[in-house]
């Protein structure tokens, strides 16, 4: 996860003279900043920051749908971001770069945007950004989209959505409704339609991508009737539905964070009114202890999306089994080693110095006891053990610590992107990828044996390469030539899409800016299960992993239902 803020780009004036960009929205003006990126001196980027897209969800509010932006008098300043959603910010302290700030604040619900025009009459696509973190955590804009802006003629707009207990704490009833971090990413949609022609976008043509929870909450809003006709395309990277799963019982979560908070649980009403007496300190805290206690059920957040009826009318798979769809146009896929590091490095004991036997079974045991019937759990660890292990050496604890992130990335992410792409191809046009690439500033701070690792893609895809991005420790990123031109591949390909459909139908695109004819990618369908091998050099192939696929979404199914319970 990588951060930066737009004043560690080359900043200037607006062109033709010293005027900062001001712009109208349907709550009141706003003035914004110009940017550029350091390869394209002469293309400004005007940039707007901590926009309110919703009142502020505190009081009465807290724990229920946004409500709209609160209007103003006069020219708000857009050139700092807003507050980010309240949270446990200590996560940050892992990764290289520098966070703009670190300020939390449930008055959080603002949007960014990086556009190179606002020309109300450019009409430009949309690219919609939804951040991850599991849904307890992240920002909209931890590191610009300046270069992506720049680059494509592209409008990109990021956000912040309520995290963690605020935005997925849930009743079952009218008093917590719960999904309402999946409420402010569609207000911000509905912002998005009513506002974005005067920031030089096109509202039919709005396409939302994501990664890891953003990526799965791309999916939730593909699956979710509230979000119909605020979006034509999507884009889902390391993730979909089914990697931040529904859980079925929420009243149960919200009174133990009740119970750790000293509210009285004896009916939800009087429960949830307590706990919008709390200070969001205390509720991130008794969140993030609450975590700790249910880790042992498996790797998910006390607060997972729930079926609600509104939002959410049943569970993603029966509505994608359905083919009640908002697009017909998904491209989405997966890091090639997508549990390599980052994420086994926060949950595995010791993890990077070897996996003995002991640990290992722990931790299939627990990968597989939150989803499946206990009845078939041992079923499955067997099946996991000899499809992964088969003639492995399993007295070398480096190879079964190696075996276990395969099983864990199959199962969070990679099997998941496979099914959900099966479920739409037969209706829509799907494009899936692998994503190869390692960046140079990542790999020499890994053991060899980690391959493109989840979050890799965030910096390609932002085309942070083209900008000064500050590190931690006081210097800037070093980016390598080969980090650029990967970038340019990768940016080329998502406009593409979004100005298309079609990730290698240029029409359209920019012809003031270095942007690459990139390689032939072709649909995935049904017939013919082409995925692309995204790499400095991209290639096309020809089945997707297809004997590890059949195991988790056709070989496990199939025991689970022979259990006698729906895996559902």
Known sequence: MEAKHSHGCKGGEASGGNELPVVTTASGKVRGTVQYTNDLLDKPVYTFKGIPYAAPPVGDLRFRAPKPAVPWEGIRDASTLGAFCPQDMSF???????????????????????????????????????????????????????????????????????????????????????????LDQVQAMVWVQENITNFGGDPGRVTIFGQSAGAASVCYQVVSPLSKGLFQRAISQSGVCQTCDTFSKPLERAVMLAEELGCDTKDTASMIACLRQKSTDDIVAAHQRLFMKIADLGFTSPFPPSVDGVFLPAHPNVLLEKGQVNTGSYLLGVNNHECGF???????????????????????????????????????????????????????????????????????????????????????????????????????????????????????????????????????????????????????????????????????????????????????????????????????????????????????????????????
């Not at 003629?153 to 207990?165: E, K, L, Q, S």
């Not at 500033?441 to 690792?453: E, I, K, N």
């Open 92 to 182: 940050f302290a892992l990764i290289a770069t520098k966070l703009p700030h670190t300020v939390t604040d449930e008055d959080c619900l603002t949007v960014n945007i990086d556009t190179p025009t606002l020309e109300k009459n450019a009409r430009l696509p949309v690219l919609l950004w939804i951040h991850g973190g599991g849904l307890i955590l992240g920002m909209g804009e931890q590191f610009p989209y300046t270069s992506l802006a720049a680059h494509q003629d592209i409008v990109v707009v990021t956000f912040n959505y309520r995290v963690g207990p605020l935005g997925f704490l849930s009743t079952g009833d009218e008093n917590a409704p719960g999904n309402v971090g999946f």
């Open 342 to 568: 980052l994420i086994p490095s926060s949950i595995v004991p010791n993890f990077g110095q070897g996996m003995d036997e002991e640990t290992f079974s722990a931790m299939l045991k627990t990968l597989v006891r939150q989803p499946y019937p206990v009845s078939v759990q041992d079923n499955i660890v067997a099946v996991l053990r000899k499809a992964y292990c088969n003639g492995g050496d399993q007295d070398d604890p480096l190879a079964t610590q190696y075996q276990f992130t395969k099983i864990m990335g199959d199962n969070m992410v990679v099997a998941p992107t496979a099914s959900v792409a099966d479920r739409i191809a037969g209706s829509g046009h799907v494009y899936l990828y692998e994503n190869q690439y390692i960046p140079s500033f990542l790999s020499a701070d890994r053991p060899d044996w980690v391959g493109c690792d989840h979050d890799d893609e965030l910096l390609i895809v932002a085309g942070a390469a083209m900008l000064d991005v500050p590190r931690q420790d006081g210097g800037i990123m070093s980016f390598s030539e080969e980090d650029k031109k990967t970038s340019l591949y990768y940016m080329a390909y998502w406009a593409n899409f979004a100005r298309t459909g079609n990730p290698s139908d240029r029409t359209g695109g920019p012809v003031d800016s270095p942007t690459p004819t990139v390689p032939e990618w072709p649909q995935y369908t049904p017939g013919n299960p082409a995925y692309m091998k995204l790499d400095l050099t991209s290639s096309a192939d020809i089945g997707f992993h297809p004997d590890r696929m059949a195991l988790w979404n056709d070989v496990i199914p199939k025991l689970v239902a022979a259990s006698g319970r729906d895996e559902l």
